[in-house]
C-alpha cells in the first residue's frame, strides 16, 4: 500500500475501534467496501490471523509482515495492551497523512525542474535540427536523444541509489550519521526519526511496558540507525539498574536537549507526557523541514539545469562565430 491508502486505512480503523466495534467486526466492514487489491489483502491477512486466535500486532506480522513496518507493529501492539487501540491506528494515521502529503509537495515541486531540464537539452539544439533539415544533413537528433536517456539513466540511478542507502541507514548507525550531514535532507531524517522513537516509547509506556521493552521497541520504530543502537546500548544499561535519562546521557545518537528533557520529565513522574509532547513537536519540525526541502532542492536543480543551458548557448554561439571564421578565411 502506498501512504495515502495506509493513512485512510488507519483512519477507518481507528473511526470504527474508537466505535466500539469489535476488531473482526471492522475488518468485515472494510472487506465489504470493494477495497484495492493491496488493502484487501492487508485487511484479509488481519482477519485470517484473528480467526486462528492470533492477537492484532501477531496476526498482522505474521500475514502482512511484508506490508507492515517497525513503527506500525509497534505501535499497535502497544495500544492493544494499554487497550487503546484507537488512538494508536489515530496515530498511524496522523503520521502517514503528514508524510503522504510532503511527498506529494516534493513531487509536486520537481515537475517544473524536470521540465525545464528536457527543454534546457531540446531548445539549444533547435537551431541545427532546423538548419539540417533544411539542407538535408544529418542533425543534432540522435545527440539530444542520447543525452534525454543520459539524463533519465543518472535520474534513475540517483533515486535507486538514494532509496537503498535511505533502507540502509534505517539499520546502519554510520550510514545514518552521513545522512544526517546532508543539507536540507539530514534534517528531515533526523526530526521524522526522533519523532516515530518518541511517539512508541510514549503509546509503551501508556501500555506499562518495562522500560528496557519500551526502549528497544522505540529504537525499532524509529527507522533511524543511530536511535536504534543508541536504544540497543540504553537498553542495556537500563536493564542493569540505570535510570532511562543516565542510559540515554551515557550512549551516542540522542540529541542533548532531548536527554535533558527526559531527565526532569522522569524526576517528576511526567515521562509519557513528555514523550507525547515530544513526539508533537519533532513530527511539526520534520514538516517544516520537508517544506524547507521541498523548497530548496527544485532551486538547486533549476540552477544546475539554468547553469546547463548557459553553457549550452555559450557553446552554440562559439561554434557559430567559429563557422564564421572559418569561411571568412576561406574567401
Known sequence: MNLSEKASLHRELAKLITAAFHMDRAVELLLSQKPSHARRCWLEGLRDGLKSGHSVTESLRT???GTCDGLELALIDAGERSGRLGDAFAHLARYFEAWHLGARQARSALIYPLVLAHLGIVLPELPAIVTAEMQGTEGPGRRVLITLLVFWLVLVLGVTAWNALSRRGA???PVERWLWRLPLVGAVRRHWALARFAQVYHACLLAGMRMTECMRLAGE???SGVL??????????????????GAMADVHGFPLIFVHSVATAEEAGLLDQEMNSWAAAEMIEARE???RATEWLPRLFYGLVVLYVAWRIIAMVAHHYSEMGRMIENL
Open 63 to 65: 500475514r502482512n509482515g
Open 171 to 173: 539499520t546502519s548507525a
Open 221 to 223: 520504530a524509529s527507522h
Open 228 to 245: 536504534r543502537q543508541a536504544a540497543v546500548d540504553a537498553e542495556k544499561k537500563i536493564a542493569c539498574g540505570e535510570l532511562v535519562a
Open 289 to 291: 523541514s520537508l517544506q
